[in-house]
């Protein structure tokens, strides 16, 4: 494993753990119906990007799930500001 596979596979996995927190806060402050939609998005990302992996996908692919993810998880925050 390359040390850009291995980051890019630590930051994934960091980026997942951030997922569950926001999450959860946003559930917590705002409750179940706040998001719904972006929740569910973020959630089904989230399991995108840890099967991703689990299987050992090519860095590229692991980084894009994680891109992607990074992506909502914005959205969410900006909603949560508002």
């Not at 559930?27 to 959630?43: C, E, K, V, Y």
């Not at 099967?51 to 891109?67: G, M």
């Amino acid at each position: 494993m390359t040390l850009e596979s291995t980051e890019r596979r630590n930051q994934a996995e960091s980026l997942i753990l951030q997922g569950e927190q926001q999450l959860k806060i946003a559930a917590l402050d705002f409750g179940m119906q706040f998001a719904q939609n972006l929740r569910h998005d973020i959630r089904s990302l989230m399991r995108q990007l840890q099967a991703s992996l689990a299987r050992k996908d090519e860095p590229n692919q692991i980084h894009q799930y994680s891109v992607d993810l990074q992506i909502k998880l914005s959205e969410l925050a900006q909603q949560v500001d508002q």
